[in-house]
């Protein structure tokens, strides 16, 4: 477990809302990610980052942006929610370096668009 | 393109019975290999791995998988299941390009239900 937190767990928000997830984790590790869960798709990468500040797309990222100014937390924001961004998020952290291949996860945020 | 294959969406089994849970890869020069698991309601923990050495890696709790590169498999097993190994079940791998930039890769998912 790498001390990571997402906030909030639960939300609901109504299509053309901006919405904002937070992650934070406590293990100074340099990666981070965002993924999203969906029954018969299993986990696909949103966003990353792999430092303050620099960040990259993933598979699913259109609608989605993110953002890192401290390495302990980077965030996920849907600028305009539609109902396809109904979903569960995930966040995960990543050491870096030689070695270091496995993620760590969240406890995840529910995400429903009304 | 990358990919990981789960053929099995749901596997039930009765509780004391072995399980397999097959996952397979497209093939590459060189991989790592994660088997995570995800209890009702919480995020995804890492049950085991594979990134060099003996083919065969265990957890703490019973499950083993199996590196086979000639197959580009890493099926999950377990000889006698319990109640609480209830979850759903990911495959997932990397490549190696060095520096720690890899991302990983998922497949769908496994369910398994153990049954009394």
């Known amino acids: 477990d790498a001390g990571i937190t997402q906030s909030p767990r639960h939300k609901v928000t109504e299509t053309g809302t901006p919405v904002t997830l937070r992650c934070h984790q406590t293990e100074n590790h340099r990666y981070m990610y965002w993924y999203r869960q969906d029954p018969g798709h299993g986990l696909r990468l949103i966003h990353y980052s792999y430092g303050v500040k620099d960040t990259d797309k993933g598979e699913v990222s259109d609608g989605y942006s993110v953002s890192r100014s401290k390495t302990e937390d980077f965030l996920l924001t849907l600028e305009s929610a539609t109902s396809s961004q109904t979903s569960v998020y995930f966040c995960?952290?990543?050491?870096?370096?030689?070695?270091?291949?496995?993620?760590?996860f969240g406890p995840g945020t529910r995400l429903t668009v009304t | 393109a990358q990919s990981v294959t789960q053929l099995d969406s749901q596997v039930p089994v009765f509780e004391e019975a072995p399980v397999e849970l097959r996952c397979n890869y497209s093939?590459?020069?060189?991989?790592?290999l994660f088997w995570y698991v995800q209890y009702p309601n919480q995020g995804l923990q890492l049950l085991l791995k594979y990134l060099s050495g003996s083919t065969l890696v265990e957890s703490i709790n019973g499950f083993e998988a199996e590196f086979n590169k000639s197959q580009t498999s890493f099926h999950l097993r377990k000889p006698s299941v319990h109640i609480s190994d209830t979850a759903e079940y990911f495959c997932?791998?990397?490549?190696?390009?060095?520096?720690?930039?890899?991302?990983?890769?998922f497949g769908k998912g496994t369910k398994l239900t153990v049954n009394p």
């Open positions: 997932a791998v990397t490549y190696p390009q060095g520096g720690g930039s890899e991302k990983l890769v």
């Open positions: 093939s590459s020069v060189s991989v790592y």
């Open positions: 995960a952290t990543k050491a870096g370096g030689q070695g270091s291949y496995e993620q760590y």
